[in-house]
């Protein structure tokens, strides 16, 4: 019996391959003779870098970099990545690492201030190191700059009436009157970005970033219409450059608009994040023949449908025809919720314990809940 285990990332408790791992050990306890193969997850926002370069770095190709950058609000930070060896090295990046919200203290989240800056300054690091191809995912971040630190960053000069350079953040965009482009590209002439991005938002509008996704970044309401027309300017400048600026593309809105520039001035393409994982990972080629799939993440609810990683995994393996057990934390949907995102069995990996939340979370209560879990549905599926 062959089964292919590949579970997102607990968060706070348990990374995807020690869930997967956990997941593994049940299983085998049960099923002594049962072929079991773990793959990493994610689906291209946190645990992404954990996922693909961990799994990578196991087989020694692979290898986990920091660079100290500027953060979001101008100070140094310590931001990870990752690169995977392979014929050309592969980045792998999450821009939190460098401007996400959680580096922003509660009294000063403001997007008026904060700056991409420091994914720019990640990129040229593995650019450095002779990366070819990058992975980035651009989820949670605390910016609505449309990504202009980061093109400063990477040699782009973003211009003020007096000639200087402008300031950080949305508050600095407003001052931009031109874009001047760097003599020599910062990226390798054949260099690919392929971008984890799950939001479809246009960059401006009712439904681009300022309005949506600002407040939730601190932005007070006064500020919304300020860094919606600063964006707006800044995509007729940047159209200037580039013919194929398109602020109304699906994605361009996504992380304060960073998907709009990496579309726009780095040619990236943009990709549903739990595909674009699905794919660097090659898990289609790990079910051929497969008779079972295990996948799960810590919570199962009417959102895991929307690009969440474990649905993604049971529209793969459905189209394998091979069943899928799911295993979470918890679970918050319905029965015909479950079934329609193309599980057949579901777990929570708690109910048949008498702990609370916080020790639940421990990683090593996770852990065995986690294996104990699986043992129990692996030995109820085989009837």
């Known amino acids: ?11 706070g408790s348990l990374t995807s391959l020690e869930a997967g791992n956990a997941a593994a050990e049940g299983v085998l306890a049960q099923c002594p003779d049962a072929s079991v193969i773990v793959r990493p997850l994610a689906d291209g926002g946190e645990g992404t870098v954990d996922a693909l370069t961990a799994d990578a770095a196991s087989e020694g190709l692979g290898t986990f970099e920091s660079v100290t950058v500027t953060g979001p609000l101008g100070e140094s930070v310590c931001a990870g990545y990752g690169i995977l060896r392979r014929q050309a090295p592969v980045a792998v990046i999450e821009s939190s690492a460098a401007c996400g919200l959680p580096l922003v203290p509660d009294a000063f989240r403001n997007p008026m201030n904060t700056t991409t800056h420091g994914l720019g300054e990640m990129i040229l690091d593995a650019v450095a190191k002779g990366c070819r191809h990058f992975v980035i995912g651009i989820g949670g971040s605390s910016t609505n700059d449309g990504g202009a630190g980061m093109l400063q960053a990477l040699g782009y000069r973003l211009i003020d009436a007096s000639g200087n350079d402008i300031g950080r953040g949305a508050q600095g965009l407003r001052t931009l009157v031109a874009i001047e482009p760097p003599a020599v590209s910062p990226l390798y002439a054949d260099s ?16 681009g970033c300022s309005a949506v996704f600002g407040p939730q970044k601190g932005a007070k309401e006064a500020d919304i219409p300020v860094m919606d027309e600063a964006l707006r300017r800044y995509a007729e400048l940047l159209g200037s450059h580039f013919p194929n600026a398109d602020p109304d593309a699906p994605g361009s809105g996504a992380a304060g608009g960073l998907g709009f520039a990496f579309r726009t001035v780095l040619g990236a393409d943009l990709v549903p994040g739990s595909q674009l994982i699905l794919e660097e990972t090659g898990l289609s080629a790990y079910l051929a023949d497969a008779d079972l799939v295990i996948t799960g993440e810590g919570r199962l609810d009417s959102q895991t449908a929307m690009g969440k990683a474990p649905a993604a995994v049971a529209a793969l393996a459905r189209a394998h025809g091979i069943p ?13 919720t479950l079934r329609q995102m193309g599980f057949t069995a579901w777990y929570g990996i708690n109910d048949h314990t008498a702990c609370d ?12 809940n986690m294996s104990e879990t699986a043992g129990r549905a692996i030995m109820e599926i085989m009837g």
């Open 324 to 336: 899928v057990i799911a295993l979470a934390g918890s679970i918050a949907a319905d029965e015909p």
């Open 192 to 207: 690919t970005i392929r971008v984890a991005c799950d939001v479809t938002n246009p960059l401006c509008g009712s439904l």
């Open 357 to 368: 939340l916080a020790t639940a979370m421990r990683p090593e209560v996770a852990r065995r």
């Open 1 to 11: 019996m062959k089964i292919v285990i590949a579970i997102d990332s607990l968060k």
